[in-house]
């Protein structure tokens, strides 16, 4: 069994953060074959839920870069990597520091899902929250209101380059924590991080699978440095065009452009669809 592992933003997905209709196809030639395939991705599965509809991904599904594994049989999460809230203390202190407003995304029970946040401080950031509680579909509420014994998912934020890579630099010091960070694709002018428990990442939730699924191989899909973990564990990792220069670096081979159906084009010939 070869087990394939997809990056959704930036590689499975085109510029419209969509599934388009010839890679819709290739994925349903996978299916028929028999090819095992799922995602891993930064998104949470509220994000995720609706786009991946109908497309065949049945296997468990790696959320928040490999911090929960969701099993959509049996639909519950099964390994999670959460943070606490004294865990995030000074992290929490340093995006304040910086006048820079973190997003704190929650797993709560009956697997409920929250979005915390303090004061606002930017146009961005409000229209980030607006997005968080319309396109995501989840509660956004005042930082005041996180429940004390919340699993932490991950923290966001958007923000001027230097802030942003201050708290990033500031990171790389904690224990449990990892930081990933890169340009806003709606405004060239800010940042975004996403912070993380450093045990929960891509590369070892797809290990996880591998063993669990007795898949003798895994083939990988990814853009963006959340990628390279999963690119090491993986048997053969592959770039998009367009991805990061680091991630191109690591790549086994760089291939087409994630919105000219770079992946789908590939399958159809590696797998000969």
């Known amino acids: 069994m070869e087990l394939i592992v997809f990056d959704l933003d930036g590689t499975l997905l085109n510029r419209d953060s969509e599934i388009s209709p010839y890679t819709r196809e290739t994925l349903q030639l996978l299916a028929r074959r028999g090819i095992a395939y799922t995602i891993a991705t930064g998104r949470t599965l509220h994000a995720t839920r609706d786009l991946l509809a109908g497309e065949g991904f049945t296997l468990p599904q790696i959320y928040k870069n490999g911090v929960i594994i969701w099993h959509p049989d049996q639909q519950r999460y099964g390994h999670q990597y959460l943070l606490n809230e004294a865990e995030i203390r000074h992290v929490l202190d340093a995006f304040i520091e910086q006048k820079v407003t973190p997003f704190i995304f929650t797993l709560e029970h009956d697997q409920h899902h929250a979005v915390y946040h303090s004061a606002l401080h930017s146009d961005a950031e409000r229209r980030l929250s607006a997005a968080i509680a319309n396109e995501r579909g989840l509660p956004v509420l005042p930082a005041s209101e996180l429940p004390a014994d919340a699993g932490i998912t991950n923290i966001s934020a958007l923000g001027p380059p230097e802030a942003i890579e201050c708290v990033s630099n500031m990171i790389q010091h904690e224990q449990h924590l990892v930081a990933y960070l890169g340009a806003a694709f709606e405004d060239s002018s800010l940042h975004w991080v996403d912070v993380h428990h450093s045990d929960g990442s891509k590369g070892g939730a797809v290990n996880l699978l591998k063993q669990s699924l007795?898949?003798?191989?895994?083939?990988?899909?990814?853009?963006?440095?959340?990628?390279?973990?999963?690119?090491?564990?993986?048997?053969?990792?592959?770039?998009?065009?367009?991805?990061?220069?680091?991630?191109?670096?690591?790549?086994?081979?760089?291939?087409?452009?994630?919105?000219?159906?770079?992946?789908?084009?590939?399958?159809?010939?590696?797998?000969?669809l």
């Not at 973990?229 to 990061?244: G, Q, R, T, V």
């Open 214 to 272: 007795g898949a003798r191989r895994v083939i990988c899909f990814g853009d963006s440095d959340n990628d390279l973990s999963m690119f090491a564990k993986a048997d053969e990792a592959y770039a998009p065009a367009n991805a990061k220069a680091e991630v191109l670096k690591a790549a086994t081979k760089v291939i087409g452009h994630h919105d000219e159906d770079g992946i789908a084009r590939f399958l159809r010939k590696r797998f000969d």
